[in-house]
């Protein structure tokens, strides 16, 4: 499956954006979609994960209740909504679908990756 993250952009500290990551296979919707980030200098780390057919989802510490995750199936796209963000939240965010069984927030498990969109938050 060939994914492709948009949204990104440069916004002040406390703005909001919406990534969406779009898929290509009509299967889309058997994948569970995660979004990573990196910032530079650090590695790459888990945003937040949705499991396939828009079950459950996950959110790291530093995320929780500021970033939520969705999807819309019918229109091979996962959302990742980012509110309230901070300066630390700069990053390239990338969005991937899981391959392997087990912890869904392990990037091991992800074997499809998008290019990734830039999000640069000043404060």
């Known amino acids: 499956v060939q994914l492709q993250a948009s949204g990104g952009g440069l916004v002040q500290a406390g703005d909001s954006l919406r990534l969406s990551c779009t898929g290509s296979?009509?299967?889309?919707?058997?994948?569970?979609i995660g979004w990573f980030r990196q910032a530079p200098g650090k590695e790459r780390e888990f945003v937040a994960v949705?499991?396939?057919?828009?079950?459950?989802?996950r959110s790291a510490d530093s995320v929780k209740g500021r970033f939520a995750i969705s999807r819309d199936n019918a229109k091979n796209t996962v959302y990742l909504q980012m509110d309230s963000l901070k300066p630390e939240d700069t990053a390239i965010y990338y969005c991937?679908?899981?391959?392997?069984?087990?912890?869904?927030?392990?990037?091991?498990?992800?074997?499809?990756w998008g290019p990734g969109t830039q999000v640069t938050v000043s404060s």
């Open positions: 949705i499991l396939y057919r828009g079950g459950s989802t």
């Open positions: 296979a009509r299967t889309f919707s058997n994948y569970t």
């Open positions: 991937a679908a899981r391959t392997k069984s087990g912890d869904p927030e392990r990037i091991q498990n992800y074997g499809y």
